[in-house]
């Protein structure tokens, strides 16, 4: 799905002009998770990659693994779900799986987005935070 599907489905899209090198997603994963945590110690990575067997998969579902969860989950008033891709989007796939749990966390009253690298992750996080948990 490209960023204009996401826009029209009414998905906060930050980042994603960039195009060329750029870290791997677990890398800006651990960059974003660090600042954040210096603000909300409440962040939450559903860890939902990595290889399993079929086994595995059944046993991991049954005990609540959501396929397609976003990257970065913070609870709150409203929550704040963010999937984050790689700078580049070019380099990254954005699953119908993930667009799905993005839709249905904004239609039980979520904050949501996709992030292309860390900075528009922060940029997002720091958007939702001013907008609902600082009081002027």
Known sequence: MDIK???RKRIRVYGGEYRGKCPPESAEQKTVIN?????????????NEGKRNSNQIKLEKSEGLTTGASDIIIPGHPAFVCELKRR????????????????????LGAWVCIAFGHEAALEAFNAWYKRYHCKT
């Open 5 to 7: 599907q996401l826009q």
């Open 35 to 47: 600042a954040i945590r210096k603000v909300c110690t409440n962040v939450i990575h559903p860890r």
């Open 88 to 107: 580049d989007p070019t380099r990254s796939e954005i699953t119908d799986k993930q667009v799905g749990f993005l839709l249905e966390s904004k239609r």
